[in-house]
């Protein structure tokens, strides 16, 4: 059986919807809903032509929202698919394009667009069924209470609108006009236009509107709150007003000033932590209390303004510019990797520490702890560069910079400032540095920490373990302020020439970054790039009026400097530039000078330092070491003599006891087993031997010179000469085993720089050489020894015919020693 009615009582067809076709304009980040009056702009040439064509005719205008604003060409897919079909009102044209006022009236859905000189839209009517019922009319009665309450919470709306929707009787009109509140986001507006059904409409509309409410109701109490706080402070700013013409009165009886109250103002407007300010306030108090002829108001008065001058606020946010902090060091200073490679990770680490506790503090994770600031210390010998790079790496991370030196300082009041109760108390010299830098972020360089004495009056080194404590230096406490300082974000880096002096649980607290001295390539690279053009500015020289050639300059390096660092050769430099401007001020034809290595006695002297090489020849009884001081390392040979009378070993050139010891090791391995390499065995029976180690006047200590001593006493027992161009270093134990030294690279290089060929070095000391780029030490060999037995055989060459080995022979070999300190 069929369940469609038979023909006569059939229901007429619904009628197919009317398609409109009408002028269009996108809209962006705008909606005009049915039944809303709103004015319009039109700055686009086919929007304008769109309002026109539609007054021209009957006014009408379709209205659509595009989904990306940006877009100035849009079809048909990048708009909202209801618009709204509005009566133009009005219509102004103007230089910049046109405005409109416009009334919707109803929803289309938009069927197809046309682009040409103007859009054009195909449209459909969007039937709209108004609903019944008592659930419609509780939605609607909800609606006109939240709007009326979102009026009286004092939202911007105009009296007419709020009447419209008091008045309309449709639960669609009622919908449309509610949606047009200013507070609401455009996206929920374009949702209520693209919703055809009405019930849907009025219950989305109700939480939209609930929170406007709720929204304009919050903003009302606190421009209340505002308002009375407002009020109370201009109340308490006329009292003050009043009290200072009272002090002033007073002051001119000779009573209290008015700077009370300014003092006041800023301590509260300081960010001192609250304890900090409670007591910075009490002590304010006492000072009003106390008579102004009484002493302690001045004290009162110094230990507020330094309370005040603090920088107690949270840091501004830092550059962490990987990148631009990479190639600041760099154009700061050559070389000096290791130092670069390590800034550069702390601040990768905390961009991705800050970055982590941003998104924590957004999501309202619990927020990781923050990254602890690294307390560098920069050692090598003067003039490597220590201070400066401390000035390129605040430069390098956007930091300020203060400097504290250290050197001499025996008082620890020098560290924690003295107490309050003394005559010009002050506050410690950290103390002092951080009000200078005016942030709590700021780099602090604390200069020759090596030179910190100590005395009956403290320990400085002591006093400096909290301030270099990353775990204790979040609440530094000064004798003076005794109140806690947050010394965390600070990015302590210290300087030493040598850490031997330093105390350990001081030097356990620091990350320890060796700088030695540069080598002779790193020397002329540096007084290139920086040293010369630096003294062309000074000495107001064009670089087109003075060349310096690298010869001149490495004749610098060698024979007019001795250093491991570049100072002495800046001053040299200098010296240089000082000549020029007179010889080109008093010979004005000449244009341009040529220094080159012929012109530098003319300009310097003769030359102050002789290079130091090699051995010419091999020699019986001496030996090729190296020195590390503080200017590098250094060539030094070890001579001997075989004196034929009682049996005894005598040392000489200001030998230490470490030193010492190790001749007699030496002596007593070579008794036993000098037999293995020719040596006589009653030789040490009869012969005296005499050890000696220039330069006499300098001291020299260390083990480090245990192989070469012994290679000398060996030559000279044995009458076999050494290789002129061998050096040796390490130290020998009694069973003949070398152990590791220190000053690797210094010593390598030195070595390498006199012409060495072949270089003796303790098989544990290979791991040092990754300091070393291989093209420093081209040209030499590097031979890893494990016993005294590998030395002997490399460094000794076959027995001399003659003379004997009773005659006064050569002297010593090339040996690698500790620290050799001027006398």
């Known amino acids: 059986m069929s369940l469609l009615p038979d023909h006569d009582g059939e229901a007429p067809p619904s009628p197919e919807p009317e398609v409109e076709t009408l002028p269009l304009v996108p809209l962006r980040d705008n909606v005009v809903l049915p039944h809303q009056l709103a004015p319009l702009g039109a700055g686009r040439d086919r929007s304008v032509a769109s309002l ?196 002033k009165e007073l002051s001119e009886l000779g009573g209290e000033t008015g700077q009370e109250e300014d003092l006041r103002e800023r301590i509260l407007a300081a960010g001192m932590p609250e304890n900090v300010q409670q007591r910075a306030l009490k002590e304010l108090d006492r000072m009003e209390a106390t008579p102004s002829a009484s002493p302690e108001v001045g004290m009162l008065r110094n230990y507020l303004d330094w309370l ?93 910079l203060v400097r504290v030196s250290l050197g001499g300082i025996r008082d620890e009041a020098e560290i924690r400032g003295h107490r309050r109760t003394y005559i010009g108390a002050l506050p ?113 020289l064009a670089a087109e009026e003075v060349a310096i050639d690298d010869g001149a300059l490495r004749i610098l390096i060698r024979n007019y400097t001795h250093e491991a660092g570049v100072r002495a050769l800046e001053r040299q430099i200098a010296q240089v530039m000082r000549k020029i401007p007179r010889k080109l001020v008093e010979h004005p034809e000449i244009t341009r000078v040529e220094v080159g290595p012929d012109e530098l006695v003319e300009y310097l002297g003769p030359i102050r330092f002789e290079s130091v090489e090699a051995e010419p020849e091999d020699k019986v009884g001496l030996a090729t070491g190296v020195v590390v001081s503080e200017v590098g390392g250094d060539l030094v040979t070890v001579e001997a003599l075989a004196i034929e009378g009682r049996p005894e070993l005598q040392l000489t050139g200001q030998i230490g006891d470490v030193m010492q010891e190790s001749a007699r090791a030496a002596l007593s391995w070579v008794r036993v087993h000098g037999s293995e390499y020719g040596v006589p065995e009653s030789f040490f029976d009869d012969h005296s031997v005499h050890v000696h180690v220039p330069a006499g006047a300098i001291p020299k200590d260390g083990p480090s010179a245990g192989v070469t001593l012994a290679t000398t006493l060996v030559s000279v027992a044995s009458d076999r000469p050494v290789r002129h161009d061998l050096a040796m270093t390490g130290e020998v134990t009694l069973r003949g085993r070398i152990l590791p030294i220190g000053g690797v690279k210094d010593k390598l290089l030195a070595a390498h720089r006199a012409g060495i060929k072949i270089f003796l070095l303790p098989e544990r000391n290979r791991r040092d050489l990754h300091e070393i780029e291989a093209s420093a030490l081209e040209g030499m060999e590097v031979v890893y020894v494990r016993s005294l037995s590998e030395v002997l055989d490399r460094a000794l060459m076959p027995k001399l015919e003659a003379p004997p080995h009773r005659r006064p022979v050569g002297f010593g070999a090339q040996a690698g020693m500790g620290p050799a300190l001027p006398a």
Request: proline residues 6%; aromatic residues 4%; charged residues 25%.
């Open 52 to 247: 026109e064509a539609a007054v021209a005719a009957e006014g009408q205008v379709v209205l659509a929202v595009q989904r990306e604003s940006e877009l100035d060409e849009v079809g048909l897919g990048d708009l909202y698919p209801v618009a709204t079909v509005s009566q133009i009102g009005a219509f102004r044209r103007g230089a910049a394009g046109a405005q409109v006022l416009v009334e919707g009236q109803r929803r289309v859905r938009l069927l197809e667009v046309e682009v040409g000189e103007q859009w054009i839209a195909k449209v459909v009517a969007v039937p709209e069924v108004e609903p019944k019922g008592t659930e419609i009319e509780a939605l609607v009665g909800s609606i006109r209470q939240l709007f009326g309450d979102y009026v009286a919470a004092g939202a911007q709306v105009a009296p007419e609108l709020a009447a419209a929707v008091s008045r309309a009787k449709e639960p669609g009109k009622v919908a449309d006009l509610a949606g047009t509140a200013p507070d609401l986001d455009a996206t929920d507006r374009i949702a209520l236009l693209q919703e055809p059904d009405v019930e849907r409409r009025l219950r989305g509309l109700i939480p939209l509107l609930a929170r406007q409410v709720e929204v304009a109701q919050l903003r009302n109490k606190i421009q209340q709150d505002v308002a009375q706080t407002i009020n109370q402070g201009q109340r308490e700013a006329i009292l003050r007003e009043q009290l200072k013409a009272i002090r």
């Open 308 to 400: 005040v001058d603090l920088p107690w606020q949270d840091p501004e946010q830092e550059r962490l510019d990987i990148e631009s902090a990479s190639r600041i060091l760099d154009e700061d200073h050559y070389g000096l990797p290791k130092v670069k490679e390590r800034i550069l990770e702390w601040m990768a680490v905390r961009q991705r520490v800050l970055e982590r506790r941003r998104a924590a503090t957004e999501a309202g994770a619990p927020v990781p702890p923050p990254l602890q600031t690294p307390i560098l210390c920069f050692v090598g010998p003067p003039g490597v560069g220590k201070t400066s790079l401390g000035r390129s790496i605040a430069r390098a991370l956007g930091r300020k």
């Open 428 to 540: 410690g010299r950290v103390i002092q540095a951080m009000k200078q830098a005016g942030s709590r972020s700021a780099v602090m360089m604390l200069d020759e920490i090596d030179k910190v004495g100590l005395d009956f009056r403290g320990d400085p080194s002591a006093a400096l373990l909290e301030v270099l404590d990353p775990e204790q230096n979040w609440e530094f406490s000064d004798h003076y302020l005794e109140v806690p300082y947050d010394l965390s974000q600070v990015l302590f880096i210290t300087t030493a020439n040598v850490i031997d002096t330093i105390s350990p649980p001081l030097r356990d607290r620091m990350e320890i970054i060796a700088i030695n001295g540069y080598t002779e390539e790193e020397k002329l690279e540096i007084a290139k790039q920086h040293l010369v053009p630096r003294q062309l500015q000074q000495h107001a």
